[in-house]
């Protein structure tokens, strides 16, 4: 499977994948300023073990918090990488309150 390469895609995370071996880069044949990525057997088999990774955190989560938590969890976890863009906060909130507080 190839995708072209896009502003929206993160270049840094493509650079790193592509280093590891994950995805091959070559230069798009109409726009040169663009590339095509495809995985690689590497990248595949990474992806895989990602899955298996993250459908037993799924458990996990199930588990711990039931079905109707869990989906409240999805859902507002979604909502929270919605609101930051995709991309994780540099730091914490200043949130004032119970959320950070330690435990006496």
Do not use: C
């Not at 996990?60 to 909502?79: Q, W, Y």
């Not at 929270?80 to 949130?95: A, F, T, W």
């Amino acid at each position: 499977m190839s995708w072209a390469r896009t502003g929206a895609l993160d270049t840094l995370k493509i650079d790193a994948e592509s280093a590891a071996g994950f995805i091959n880069q070559t230069p798009a044949p109409k726009n040169r300023r663009k590339s095509l990525l495809e995985r690689t057997d590497a990248g595949r088999a990474n992806m895989d073990a990602i899955i298996v990774a993250w459908e037993a955190v799924d458990a996990v989560i199930l588990e711990a918090l039931g079905s109707e938590d869990a989906k409240e969890l999805f859902h507002l976890s979604r909502r929270l990488r919605s609101q930051l863009g995709g991309k994780k906060p540099e730091r914490g909130p200043d949130l004032k309150g119970d959320l950070y507080r330690q435990p006496s």
